[in-house]
């Protein structure tokens, strides 16, 4: 969700920053916060440390919140074109 949609405050140059830092945050918790790896014994398996969750979290990411994303979102032929689908006007009827 960070790097879709960025605070107005946040730099370009900082959106891949704050993205790892809101997923490490929610992954292992904060103050007074619990993450998600301490409430699920499977991730606490599957991925001790958030390193190792990290590596595919961007591909699960989009796998999973890809499809609400671009049914929420109308796609431009620019974006439409980045992730490989064709948008509405284009389609043959």
Do not use: I
Not at 11 to 18: D, G, L, Q, S, W
Not at 21 to 30: C, D, K, N
Not at 35 to 42: D, I, K, L
Not at 58 to 66: D, I, K, N
Request: net charge negative; aromatic share 8%; proline share 10%.
């Amino acid at each position: 969700m960070a790097t879709h949609f960025p605070s107005p405050k946040t730099k370009p140059e900082e959106v891949a920053t704050k993205a790892v830092s809101a997923a490490r945050q929610a992954f292992g918790g904060g103050f007074c916060q619990e993450g998600e790896r301490a409430t699920s014994p499977s991730l606490q398996r599957a991925f001790p440390e958030f390193e190792d969750l990290w590596a595919e979290l961007p591909v699960w990411a989009e796998r999973v919140y890809g499809p609400m994303l671009q049914a929420l979102m109308p796609l431009t032929s620019e974006a439409a074109s980045s992730v490989g689908a064709v948008p509405n006007d284009e389609v043959d009827a």
